[in-house]
């Protein structure tokens, strides 16, 4: 059940990210700087920055349709660190709060080996899908990502079995 519940709701993924409304504040040290909340601090691009990185996202796309490698590609582009992510990401419904709509619907209709540009507010995702890696071959760093896997799997199946027996249910209003 597990599995299968597994290769119906996840996509593997690797992708570089390009901000195109956003930019980070760095400090003096080129380290992130913070506001009181502890959220990273942004500011506006300007007219001329949205227009550099509409360049850059063309012509990361254009290595993509001349078949350039996909990981010299993300090192090239990518304006996000994934040095954490070494293997790429496991993306499911479960994580819309994290990835937001955008990449979870549109990586779900990838095929695998597809490279897909999806722009979701204020960020471009260039997006390569990756073939599921079998549950029982996945490396430590991967299985970290899928922590919440059974209980995701374990709240699906209470929901249907629930629904069913809903249906069967009647309600004497005498």
Same mark, same amino acid.
């Given at each position: /059940?597990?599995?299968? &519940?597994?290769?119906?709701? &996840?996509?593997?993924?690797? #992708?570089?990210?390009?901000? %195109?409304?956003?930019?980070?504040?760095?400090?003096?040290?080129?380290?992130?700087?913070?506001?009181?909340?502890?959220?990273?601090? %942004? @500011? =506006?691009?300007?007219?001329?920055?949205?227009?550099? =990185?509409?360049?850059?996202?063309? *012509?990361?796309?254009?290595?993509?349709?001349?078949? *350039?490698?996909?990981?010299?590609?993300? %090192?090239?582009?990518?304006?996000?660190? /994934?040095?954490? #992510?070494?293997?790429?990401?496991?993306?499911?419904?479960?994580?819309?709060?994290?990835?937001?709509?955008?990449?979870?619907?549109? %990586?779900?209709?990838?095929? !695998?080996?597809?490279?897909?540009?999806?722009? @979701?507010?204020?960020?471009? #995702?260039? !997006?390569?899908?990756?073939?599921? *890696?079998?549950?029982?071959?996945? @490396? @430590?760093?991967?299985?970290?990502?899928?922590?919440?896997?059974?209980?995701?799997?374990?709240?699906?199946? &209470?929901?249907? =079995?629930?629904?069913?027996?809903?249906?069967?249910? *009647?309600?004497?209003?005498?």
């Amino acid at each position: /059940m597990l599995d299968s &519940y597994y290769r119906e709701n &996840y996509s593997h993924v690797r #992708y570089l990210v390009i901000y %195109t409304e956003d930019k980070i504040v760095y400090d003096e040290n080129g380290e992130y700087e913070f506001d009181s909340d502890g959220n990273v601090l %942004t @500011d =506006k691009l300007s007219d001329a920055e949205r227009a550099e =990185k509409a360049e850059k996202i063309k *012509t990361a796309m254009s290595d993509v349709e001349s078949g *350039t490698d996909f990981a010299e590609i993300m %090192t090239k582009y990518n304006e996000a660190d /994934m040095s954490a #992510y070494p293997n790429g990401f496991f993306i499911s419904p479960n994580e819309l709060g994290v990835f937001g709509y955008a990449l979870v619907s549109e %990586t779900k209709q990838m095929d !695998v080996g597809e490279i897909r540009k999806i722009e @979701d507010e204020g960020i471009c #995702y260039i !997006v390569e899908k990756l073939e599921l *890696t079998e549950l029982s071959k996945l @490396d @430590d760093a991967s299985k970290s990502q899928l922590a919440s896997l059974e209980s995701y799997c374990v709240q699906q199946h &209470y929901e249907e =079995k629930f629904s069913a027996i809903a249906e069967d249910i *009647t309600v004497d209003e005498s």
